[in-house]
């Protein structure tokens, strides 16, 4: 594959941010939804306190509709799994030359199944395949863009964002480290010339925090911010 423009890279990068975002938010969110069904109203809070996302919902019902849908929300919060889910149909769109036909059918597909599952009963059996689609969609990604520079830049936006949401959800030590080992990985692919580079010294923070094992949590905010500005582009 050549040389990938910059607005490219950044739609690459942010398709994996978002796609991954949807993922890991799904995932959790029903660890939470389970823990509301059994006893606990008001757990959602929790949820959304981990994010640092101001309850607008009210109560458990409408924060379901809310932050899934954004129903009856008149400002959508970024980590709702609709906007997320718009913005990552968005960036797949503009790159669909770079990243395959079959691999943005995928995320439409997930688009589509996360629609359909708005009026369900049992809504984690009609989220199901939302979620399956995007595995497909990562196994499209890792078939067509193997190695190259663009399959850097979109594993480095999936494995940031799954650090970011995984720092925030207090995730076990073990988990953190094996995703933090693969953007180690990642990153050490990262040419020369590429439109994105990775910070070092925002690099060094995060090896500091991890070398803290249970202990991250004590410069939860530092770690977030220096994930947020690790890869960055390229000034002109």
């Known amino acids: ?42 757990c959602y809070k929790v949820f959304l306190k981990k994010l640092d996302v101001e309850d607008k919902y009210g109560d458990y019902e409408s924060f379901i509709r809310g932050y899934l849908y954004n129903d009856g929300v008149e400002a959508p919060d970024v980590f709702s799994v609709d906007s997320a889910f718009g913005m990552a149909y968005d960036n797949a769109l503009v790159i669909r030359d770079v990243i395959g036909s079959e691999s943005l059918a995928y ?9 359909y599952s708005r009026d369900a009963k049992n809504l984690r059996l009609a989220l199901m395949p939302a979620i399956d689609y995007l595995l497909a969609f990562w196994g499209s990604i890792d ?10 830049i979109i594993k480095c936006g999936k494995l940031i964002e799954r650090l970011d949401l995984y720092f925030r959800f207090s995730y076990n030590y073990k988990q953190i480290y094996a995703e933090y080992e693969k953007l180690c990985h990642v990153l050490s692919h990262v040419k020369k010339g590429n439109p994105f580079y990775y910070n ?37």
């Open 1 to 42: 594959m050549g040389i990938i423009s910059v607005e490219h890279s950044f739609n690459l990068y942010w398709l994996g941010r978002y796609s991954e975002r949807i993922y890991t938010t799904l995932c959790t969110f029903f660890n939470y939804y389970d823990k509301t069904l059994d006893k606990d109203k008001k």
């Open 107 to 115: 995320v439409h597909l997930a688009v589509d199944a996360f629609h």
């Open 143 to 152: 078939d067509r863009l193997a190695s190259g520079e663009a399959g850097t």
């Open 200 to 236: 070092t010294e925002r690099l060094s923070v995060l090896v500091e925090v991890i070398g803290m094992k249970g202990r991250y949590k004590e410069r939860l905010d530092e770690v977030l911010d220096c994930l947020g500005r690790l890869f960055e582009e390229q000034s002109a």
